[in-house]
């Protein structure tokens, strides 16, 4: 019984289980509170009738000394006895106003003859109940014993007790009642938040673009409960958004998947093509084959060139992998000369323009990788504007970073595209064919080769002016070799 009570308990709700240690923490204290009521109110109500008997005794120690006995009748209920005490024994004197068994009185008188003052006991007489017995001395040898019955005094805690009950019990009731609608009101908020939670629960999370409808309104419940809803709204807003990071990245995995297949289709299907070539005997002629094994070498080239790309932003973007770099210390300065002498290589009708410091600017960085993000810039520069367009390369540094600008006069890149232009497979130019434009991976492997080195990545482009600028943070440079 009391363990299926404990469960019954444990499985209520906070509310109720609130309400009944409240009321299990009042009916202790109304406990303790009767108590201490009843024990006070007993003993003044005994100190009373003692007081009382003290000053009857007055008049009957008088009456006894006087005529040997007490001849004048007590209050009604009460008794008196005159006892003759010698030694260890007490004789009665007659006529005496005793019970039936005076045992009591008489042992209470035995008592009073060793002892210095009055004494005062507390007796059950059969068939008469409690008594309350006083004994004091008339004179020496003489002890006088009266008993006042305590029914008065046993009614009066009684009915009492009776009121403590039905009062505290009344209060209990109400207080439970009361207490468990205030308590249910209180924790309302707390209720609105497991609403709110189911909702969540129920709520399809496998949706890419869904967000959370369902945040806790503010309603009132303290300062507590204002900040647990503070903290699930943030709760909230954070699942929000790693969804949306979730949905985005799914997004974009999508797309490169996408892109990365239609990129591989085109060379592979050119493979396979000039392949079945060789099953014809034109094909097989000294000069045709020689052709046709070019192509395939290129072709095979380029693949080579975007898996590369795709294998290289792999690792830079998987975080579980140590960054690809292999750190020394470069001199900028070097590295961007280089670049510019093979673009004039690549590029002979182009005009290049380098402009870099005398002294050298000696960074720790990569070297193949920060040449690989000079030569994508500048052929991003050559490809994407006019034949005899001039670009610019520029090197500078202070004590802060070390800054590389690649510049052109060409049309510009169109304000919808700068957003997206280091995006992975995309290309400004829709109507550009891949062997002209590329795969779309060069300022994709731009920007995380920069963001690997710790830099950062800009473009600022207008009508007659487009510029990449790549910086790389003060951790990235001796501090030796800084100005």
């Not at 830079?316 to 750190?327: I, N």
């Not at 829709?430 to 473009?459: I, P, W």
Request: proline share 5%.
């Amino acid at each position: 019984m009391v363990r299926r009570l404990w469960r019954a308990y444990r499985g209520s709700r906070l509310g109720t289980r609130l309400a009944l240690g409240l009321g299990a923490l009042s009916l202790l204290a109304f406990a303790v509170v009767g108590t201490a009521l009843t024990a006070y109110m007993r003993d003044y109500l005994e100190a009373r009738l003692v007081d009382q008997m003290k000053l009857a005794q007055v008049v009957q120690s008088k009456d006894a000394a006087e005529h040997g006995t007490v001849q004048r009748k007590p209050y009604y209920g009460w008794y008196t006895a005159v006892y003759d005490v010698s030694g260890s024994s007490a004789g009665l004197r007659k006529p005496a106003d005793v019970p039936s068994d005076p045992g009591a009185l008489t042992a209470l008188a035995e008592e009073m003859a060793d002892a210095d003052e009055d004494i005062t006991r507390t007796v059950r007489i059969d068939g008469r109940g409690p008594y309350l017995l006083r004994a004091c001395e008339v004179e020496p040898g003489v002890v006088l014993v009266s008993a006042a019955p305590l029914g008065d005094v046993e009614n009066t805690m009684d009915h009492l007790i009776a009121v403590q009950v039905v009062a505290f019990g009344l209060a209990l009731l109400a207080l439970v009642v009361f207490g468990r609608r205030m308590l249910r009101r209180g924790l309302q908020p707390l209720s609105d938040m497991a609403h709110t939670a189911h909702g969540i629960a129920s709520h399809d999370l496998t949706e890419s673009a869904a967000r959370l409808p369902l945040r806790d309104p503010g309603r009132d419940g303290g300062r507590e409960v204002a900040e647990l809803r503070t903290a699930f709204n943030a709760m909230l807003e954070h699942i929000d958004d790693s969804l949306a990071v979730r949905a985005e990245a799914e997004r974009r995995l999508r797309r490169f998947v996408a892109d990365a297949s239609h990129e591989l289709r085109t060379p592979l299907m050119s493979v396979r093509g000039y392949a079945d070539l060789f099953q014809y005997a034109a094909a097989n002629e000294p000069g045709e084959r020689e052709k046709h094994l070019a192509r395939l070498r290129a072709e095979a080239a380029r693949m080579g060139v975007l898996l590369d790309d795709l294998l290289l932003l792999a690792r830079l973007d998987a975080a579980e992998v140590e960054t690809p770099l292999r750190m020394a210390d470069t001199d900028l300065t070097d590295l961007a000369r280089q670049a510019a002498d093979a673009f004039r290589a690549s590029h002979p009708g182009r005009e290049l323009t380098v402009t870099a410091p005398a002294e050298p600017v000696r960074l720790r960085l990569d070297p193949q990788r920060v040449r690989q993000v000079l030569d994508n810039l500048l052929t991003n520069a050559a490809v994407h504007t006019p034949p005899g367009t001039e670009v610019t390369l520029r090197v500078t540094h202070d004590a802060r970073a070390a800054r590389v600008e690649v510049a052109d006069a060409g049309p510009g890149i169109p304000p919808a595209d700068r957003a997206r232009v280091f995006d992975r497979f995309y290309r400004v130019d829709k109507a550009r064919t891949r062997d002209r434009g590329g795969s779309g991976l060069g300022l994709a492997v731009v920007r995380s080769l920069v963001l690997a080195h710790g830099g950062t990545v800009e473009l600022d482009s207008g009508p007659g002016a487009t510029v990449f600028s790549v910086t790389l943070p003060p951790g990235g440079a001796v501090a030796d070799d800084l100005p």
